[in-house]
T-cell receptor, first 115, second 113 residues
Framework: DTGVSQDPRHKITKRGQNVTFRCDPI?????LYWYRQTLGQGPEFLTY????????KSRLLSDRFSAERPKGSFSTLEIQRTEQGDSAMYLC?????????????FGQGTRLTVV | QKEVEQDPGPLSVPEGAIVSLNCTYS??????FMWYRQYSRKGPELLMY????GNKEDGRFTAQVDKSSKYISLFIRDSQPSDSATYLC?????????????FGQGTRLTINP
């Protein structure tokens, strides 16, 4: 499989619990993005990695959110002390740099429901 | 003010109609302009991308960019029911060392047979 893979596809958790999502980008891609998408909205930027370096993090992201990309390969997104407002689709995308824009390929997303 | 503004619709048109989707943006640093298509419960897929002002055509789809007005459009000719989806405009540019990729709100399009 040469596409972007996200795991799990669906997650239901109780409010206050911690959750972790995983993204496996296309193997040669060095850029990795995380987005959050709620119903009827476009993807909202969360954070961006170039190789293992986290170059940008949205100001909208609270301290409960953290992302890592060890060794510049797969990435994890952790949400601590989940709240009902965290319910959304979490999308991961990867692309190849350097240089300007190159096509960002998206995974199928992880749908989080906080009850 | 959002960096990228897109009319969320929804937009419903009969099969065969010409569809026009539009976005405006505020950051002059954006250099690349994309249209993504997203089907329900799927990740977005790239439909077209352009770099310069002007038109780019791909089959029934035409992407138009006007950098002076900070305005982009997507036209769909001879629309088909299979074109029913959410269409997202996106912009990219190197901003503070990061290749930023920002999306509009998305327009939900339905083509009625």
């Amino acid at each position: 499989d040469t596409g972007v893979s996200q795991d799990p596809r669906h997650k239901i958790t109780k409010r206050g619990q911690n959750v972790t999502f995983r993204c496996d980008p296309i193997s040669e891609h060095n850029r990795l993005y995380w987005y959050r998408q709620t119903l009827g909205q476009g993807p909202e930027f969360l954070t961006y990695f170039q190789n293992e370096a986290q170059l940008e993090k949205s100001r909208l992201l609270s301290d409960r959110f953290s992302a890592e990309r060890p060794k510049g390969s797969f990435s994890t997104l952790e949400i601590q002390r989940t709240e009902q407002g965290d319910s959304a689709m979490y999308l991961c995308a990867s692309s190849l740099g350097p240089g300007g824009y190159t096509e960002a390929f998206f995974g199928q997303g992880t749908r989080l429901t906080v009850v | 003010q959002k960096e990228v503004e897109q009319d969320p619709g929804p937009l419903s048109v009969p099969e065969g109609a010409i569809v026009s989707l539009n976005c405006t943006y505020s950051n002059s640093a954006f250099q690349y302009f994309m249209w993504y298509r997203q089907y329900s419960r799927k990740g977005p897929e790239l439909l077209m991308y352009t770099y310069s002002s002007g038109n780019k055509e791909d089959g029934r789809f035409t992407a138009q960019v006007d950098k002076s007005s900070k305005y982009i459009s997507l036209f769909i000719r001879d629309s088909q029911p299979s074109d029913s989806a959410t269409y997202l405009c996106a912009m990219s540019g190197l901003i503070q060392g990061a290749q930023k990729l920002v999306f509009g709100q998305g327009t939900r399009l339905t083509i009625n047979p």
